[in-house]
């Protein structure tokens, strides 16, 4: 730190990495065996909202539970074995079962109302839209 | 969305050229009451067009595209904990398995493959002639 305490507020990307380091802390070895945090994410964001996308492979969508609340995202789900593996049957396992949670903290809050959520491909790409309440306010100078 | 995707199997004298971007996807294989061994690989982003499955000289290869991940252009990249990656992996085969019967499907971003073991009858005798 150089003095300046506003550098931690204004840098998302900060604040994502130590929401992302806390979650792994707090979930990932439960979570996932394989020890990575599950599912990676990605966020995109602008001015007007964000767009996260995961990586599922495998998982349906009946299986995931989504959740928004101010300005964190939550995902919930199950990965399952795949049908008529009995435990020794298995010649070799690389991929991962079991229920997992992932927090993602976005850089504003977003409206619950507006969250569009799509599975293609194993990816999930949830789009939120900032919140009016959120969004800065154009103040006008009188003269 | 999750419709299974049948995915006709090539069985030609050329592998697939992987490029050096590939990764090997992850896999899970077992064995079902029949025999049968199936391969789980785990192929996000990729659908059935790009998808390539070939068996050649007894080996199995795999090659999936998963690099478009339908990332919006507008938005700016704020935290990235993946990229789509291309995915390859090749499988030598034991003469077990029955090469012209293999089944495979893509759903949810996961390729199965279904390779049936060859029927039992594989002990021939071989008569001798006389003379």
Known sequence: ?143 | MSDNQDIRIKVTPSAPNPSDKAVPPLVDIHEEEDGAVVLTVEIPGADKDKVDVRVDKGVLTIWADGEDVQVPEEYVPTYVGFVGSEYFRAFALSDEVDRDNIQAKVADGLLTLRLPRASAAQTKKIEIKAG
Not at chain 1, 1 to 20: A, I, S, T, V
Not at chain 1, 111 to 135: F, H, N, T
Request: with cysteine; charged share 30%; aromatic share 8%.
């Open chain 1, 1 to 143: 730190m150089n003095g300046f305490g506003w550098q931690g507020w204004w840098n998302p990307w900060q604040r994502l990495r130590e929401m992302e380091r806390e979650m792994s802390r707090l979930f990932g070895d439960v979570a996932s065996p394989v020890g990575a945090t599950f599912p990676p994410v990605n966020v995109y964001t602008d001015n007007e909202g964000a767009t996260v996308t995961a990586e599922l492979p495998g998982v349906e969508p009946k299986d995931l539970d989504i959740s928004v609340r101010d300005r964190t995202l939550v995902l919930r789900g199950e990965r399952k074995a795949p049908e008529g593996a009995d435990d020794e049957r298995w010649l070799r396992r690389e991929r991962a079962f079991g229920q997992f949670t992932r927090s993602v903290d976005l850089p504003f809050a977003v409206d619950a109302d507006k969250v569009e959520a799509s599975c293609r491909d194993g990816v999930l790409k949830v789009q939120l839209q900032r919140s009016e309440a959120d969004k800065p306010k154009q103040i006008t100078v009188q003269s």
